[in-house]
């Protein structure tokens, strides 16, 4: 509160003014300072947790997880979920099971795979659909898994391998069926 004269023959004013917004500037600050420090101490408590877990490991050594890659290349292995890429396995015999139905093609998201299909003429004289080329563009794929949960004969699988540097990106366009290749038999689309 100040009291101050309007000339110097007026009587003395009140002015409340001056004190609301004192009380506004000290409610404005204790809520900022509230805020500071509970931000730090929410940071030093995600510290301390993340510590803890730290100093777990450090007294067991024994149950670290964390591999020296890649002086351990020949004996690392990779955990059964790990996606590395997408592979389509053949048997003994250069047989797949891949029926060319293209459920993988239109399952992904990124248009990584493209299928090329051809009419072959079976024993009985009709003509069938066959697999002529998988053509998978590791550079677009995100390995989200999508492909292999579509395809209905379980042709494709995701592989292990991880080592995809290469210079040039046309080396990561890959053709997943091998040369000659045929359809296994008795897998039907």
């Known amino acids: 509160m100040e009291i101050f004269a309007a000339n110097q023959h007026d009587k003395y004013i009140i002015d409340n003014r001056h004190d609301d917004f004192r009380l506004a500037f ?6 900022f300072l509230k805020d500071y420090f509970g931000s730090i101490f929410t940071s030093v408590k995600s ?3 993340g ?3 730290t100093g777990y490991y450090f007294v067991h050594p024994k149950e670290i997880v964390t591999e020296e890659y890649p002086n351990n290349r020949e004996k ?8 590395g890429e997408v592979i389509m396995p053949h048997d003994d015999k250069n047989e797949h099971r891949c029926t060319g139905c293209q459920s993988c093609e239109i399952a992904c998201p990124n248009g990584s795979i493209k299928i090329v299909t051809k009419m072959e003429v079976q024993p009985d004289g ?4 066959q697999l002529d080329t998988w053509v998978y563009h590791f550079d ?3 390995l989200c898994n999508m492909c292999v949960h579509a395809c209905p004969s379980d042709a494709i699988v995701m592989g292990q391998n991880f080592e995809h ?4 990106k046309k080396q990561l366009k890959k053709i997943l069926n091998k040369p000659d290749s045929k359809l296994m038999s008795g897998v039907e689309e």
């Open 51 to 53: 510590m803890k877990l």
């Open 140 to 142: 677009m794929c995100t």
């Open 165 to 168: 540097s290469v210079y040039d």
């Open 126 to 129: 009709k003509k069938k659909k």
């Open 47 to 49: 510290l301390l947790t």
């Open 76 to 83: 690392l292995k990779m955990n059964e979920r790990f996606r």
């Open 26 to 31: 000290l409610k404005e600050t204790i809520l």
